[in-house]
Every structure is written in structure tokens, then in C-alpha cells.
């Protein structure tokens, strides 16, 4: 069985750092491109960042200098360093691991950005 355990979300205050992690099982991690997505209220959900099995990074715009995608394939965890982080960084943060046909989700944590 497939799971994906995010975990690091918190409440935090602008200009803040959190780091999340995602712990995964049931797959061969290290072949799975991983991402983090997020879905504030009344939004779609969007792209934060993306690692794919050589290490290769992907940013959002809205992520580029301030976040960090990272992998340990050793541990089968992903992780996302959040710094300088905003309010408008508020929303459910999502761990997605995806490979040829098949698909998986995390069932996200949230992070809060507020004084």
C-alpha cells in the first residue's frame, strides 16, 4: 500500500521558516518524481516545486529564492525548506510522487502564515 505522510505545517509568522517533510512507502522511491503542490481557500491547487529522480529541481515563480525542494532517497522522504515565508503562503501543502501511469497524493499538511 502506497502512502505518502506529509508532516512540518504549522502556524508561523511572516518572514518565518518551516520545513516539510514527506515520508513515503510502498513505492522504490528513488525512481518517482516528487512535488509539492498547495491549494489555499477557494483556489486551485498549484505547483510549489518538483525533484525529479536525478535531482533535478522545478520552482514556481512565487517559490523561486525562498523555498527549497530537497530528496533523501536513502530515507524515501522528500522535503520542502520554507523561508522568508508570506501570507499569501497560507494553504494545504500536498506531497506528490509520480512515475509512468501512476499518480500519488499525500494527504497534505497545512501551513498557516500570520502575526
Known amino acids: 500500500q502506497v502512502q505518502l505522510v506529509e508532516s512540518g505545517g504549522g502556524l508561523v509568522q511572516p518572514g518565518g521558516s518551516l520545513r516539510l517533510s514527506c515520508a513515503a512507502s510502498?513505492?522504490?522511491?528513488?525512481?518517482?518524481?516528487m512535488g509539492w503542490y498547495r491549494q489555499a481557500p477557494g483556489k486551485q491547487r498549484e505547483l510549489v516545486a518538483t525533484?525529479?529522480?536525478?535531482?533535478?529541481?522545478n520552482y514556481a515563480d512565487s517559490a523561486k529564492g525562498r523555498f527549497t525542494i530537497s530528496r533523501d532517497n536513502a530515507k524515501s522522504t522528500m522535503y520542502l525548506q520554507m523561508n522568508t515565508l508570506k501570507p499569501e503562503d497560507t494553504a494545504v501543502y500536498y506531497c506528490?510522487?509520480?512515475?509512468?501511469?501512476?499518480?500519488?497524493w499525500g494527504q497534505g499538511t497545512q501551513v498557516t502564515v500570520s502575526s
Open positions: 510502498g513505492i522504490i522511491f528513488s525512481i518517482y518524481a
Open positions: 506528490n510522487a509520480g512515475a509512468q501511469y501512476v499518480d500519488y
Open positions: 525533484i525529479n529522480s536525478a535531482g533535478r529541481t
